[in-house]
């Protein structure tokens, strides 16, 4: 009678659970975005889905049986664009404080200065003059009023702010000149000549030395596992990082080893676009005949990331028009259209050459010139190697047109965007741009409806926080943002035409960015086979208020099948 009822209770070969989540609701993200009430799992795989008697037919007799109360359950969530190690190192020497104008960073400066000895650096980094109340740079006055013995340097991406004293040990005087044939211009007072302190795109001529202390091996390791231990705590359970260095794998590597890697990582190794077209080329060959290229799921080194634009944020956005002439981008040539650092030839040379080592070649393109060029580009190698299945990808993708889309999606080009630029950038563009030029900035009802896979993700650079980071992380924010299209500092809302559903804001950071990385077999769906990925939420994405999306927690992470976050 015994071995009758277990029979019943476990069809003939059925997989035997050893943990089942039920009375829930399971939004699957599969095809048809079904619910469910429960799961099973068996070891690090789901083995099925459905009705809390179907699922709890399949436990063991020593399964876990947890009773979600009602609570709603996701795949575990995919950030499509992160560079977690240099993220996890930006306060290793002391915390950073959010700054949000230029008296916010003349304290920090003056802080500093009052830390340090005389004569040592000051470093602010990567704070964006546009994302500042006051969109300017300190000035040098300023800095030198700050941390009058101290040379201090603030620094966006290739434009920086300086101070006498960091001029001085820089060598840079009225008589400098650029002459190593990169683009750059050190802006000047009109009637001395002497720098302002000002410098665009040439931050390199600034003599700084690091001021903090150096990470050893085991600091940079723990540094990392703690900002991985906080994307769990966010729901992330994979995470694609573009634009990494050789150390930077090596250390994922390790912590693989030690099993103390607790995101999925997918790598996209960075290619300096500069070098020879021969140096490029050895490059990739190297990638391809790493062991990580070959797939393993919680590491592979799978691409390659190059530059092809400037930033938004820098005013440099390689763009199909004129920028316009601006005090706060420091742009006074009405003909200037951003920077393009890739000219055509070799661009297809680079994505040919990736895609025939097997490498999913990406490339930094903001601005809508940009995101043509690499569009064309992947379409001309398309000519003589079909590009589908190496799913070629563009990074960042902010300013589009509907030709470029419309060509991604018959291509089979794939993007990764980051919503957070929309929330914390789209009032100065719109003061930049005007209204009707941003109809295609971040359209993801468009790229849905042309069938462009699209990923969600943030551009994680500094700090470890979901939403003090910069760029903030927390998946939930930008989901928020897709749904409202609401910049701060403005009550106007950028195309509301172009926000997507609440399903879709799912499927940015879950299927659509497994698709990205060649995974859509393996994971963001909750569905039989895949792994056992997945998060439990504090409240119903699906019907609680759009608002209440941005400030949605996460009370338990599983990566795997293992509980890897439990919010105390």
């Known amino acids: 009678m015994l071995l009758a009822v277990c029979a019943m209770a476990h069809p003939a070969g059925a997989q035997t659970a050893d943990l089942v989540l039920y009375n829930g609701k399971i939004a699957t993200v599969d095809e048809n975005f079904r619910i469910v009430e429960a799961v099973a799992i068996a070891g690090d795989r789901i083995i099925g889905t459905g009705s809390n008697t179907e699922m709890k037919k399949l436990a063991g007799t020593k399964a876990r049986l947890i009773d979600l109360k009602g609570k709603t359950v996701l795949p575990g969530l995919i950030d499509s664009h992160v560079h977690s190690v240099s993220a996890s190192l930006h306060e290793f020497d002391h915390r950073i404080p959010e700054m949000e104008t230029v008296a916010d960073v003349l304290k920090y400066v003056h802080s500093r200065a009052g830390a ?3 004569g040592q650096w000051i470093v602010v980094r990567q704070v964006f003059i546009t994302r500042l109340r006051d969109q300017r ?42 002459t190593d044939g990169a683009p750059g211009r050190i802006e000047r007072d009109p009637v001395t ?45 994979s995470i694609a990082d573009r634009d990494a260095e050789d150390g930077d794998v090596e250390l994922y590597r390790q912590l693989k080893d030690r099993g103390e890697l607790t995101c999925r990582v997918f790598i996209s190794l960075g290619v300096n676009a500069q070098m020879p077209m021969e140096q490029i080329e050895a490059r990739m060959a190297a990638t391809a005949a790493n062991p990580l290229h070959r797939y393993d799921n919680m590491l592979w080194l799978r691409g390659i990331k190059v530059y092809l634009d400037g930033g938004m944020l820098t005013g440099s956005a390689y763009m199909l028009k004129p920028w316009g002439v601006s005090k706060v981008y420091s742009i006074d040539d009405p003909n200037y259209r951003g920077m393009r650092y890739i000219e055509p030839g070799k661009l297809y040379s680079i994505a040919r050459t990736a895609m025939k080592n097997n490498l999913q070649p990406t490339a930094h393109s903001v601005g809508d010139g940009a995101v043509e060029a690499l569009v064309d580009a992947y379409e001309e190698v398309n000519n003589e190697l079909p590009v589908a299945k190496h799913r070629p990808c563009i990074s960042h993708s902010n300013f589009m047109t509907l030709r470029a889309i419309q060509k991604m999606g018959r291509l089979g080009v794939v993007a990764d965007l980051q919503p957070a630029w929309l929330w914390l950038d789209g009032a100065t563009l719109i003061k930049q741009f005007g209204y009707d030029r941003l109809a295609y900035f971040q359209p993801y009802k468009s790229l849905f409806e042309n069938k462009v896979v699209a990923g969600g993700g943030s551009d994680h650079m500094q700090k470890i926080g979901g939403f003090r980071s910069v760029n903030p992380y927390n998946p939930f924010l930008g989901m928020w943002i897709t749904l409202t299209r609401q910049p701060r500092w403005t009550d106007q809302t950028l195309h509301a035409e172009q926000r997507i559903t609440r ?63 439990q919010r105390q």
């Open 116 to 118: 340090l000895p005389d």
């Open 137 to 178: 740079f300190p000035t040098r006055e300023e800095l030198d009023q700050a941390a009058p013995r101290n040379p201090v340097m603030f620094a966006t991406g290739p434009d920086a702010s300086v101070n006498s004293l960091a001029l001085k040990l820089s060598g840079i005087d009225k008589n400098f000149k650029i």
């Open 193 to 237: 000549g002497e720098p302002t302190g000002i410098l665009r795109s040439c931050s390199r001529f600034i003599k700084v030395v690091n001021p903090g202390r150096e990470p050893t091996p085991e600091d940079r390791r723990n540094r990392l596992k703690e900002l991985l231990a906080d994307y769990n705590s966010v729901g992330l359970t």
């Open 503 to 565: 399903e879709q804001a799912i499927r940015l950071y879950t299927i659509n960015n497994a698709y990205l990385t060649f995974e859509e077999k393996e994971k963001g769906s909750i569905e039989k086979g895949k792994l056992a990925d997945l998060i439990v939420l504090d409240r119903d994405i699906l019907t609680c208020p759009a608002d209440e999306v941005k400030n949605i927690g996460v009370e338990q992470t599983y990566l795997g099948g293992k509980l890897i976050y």
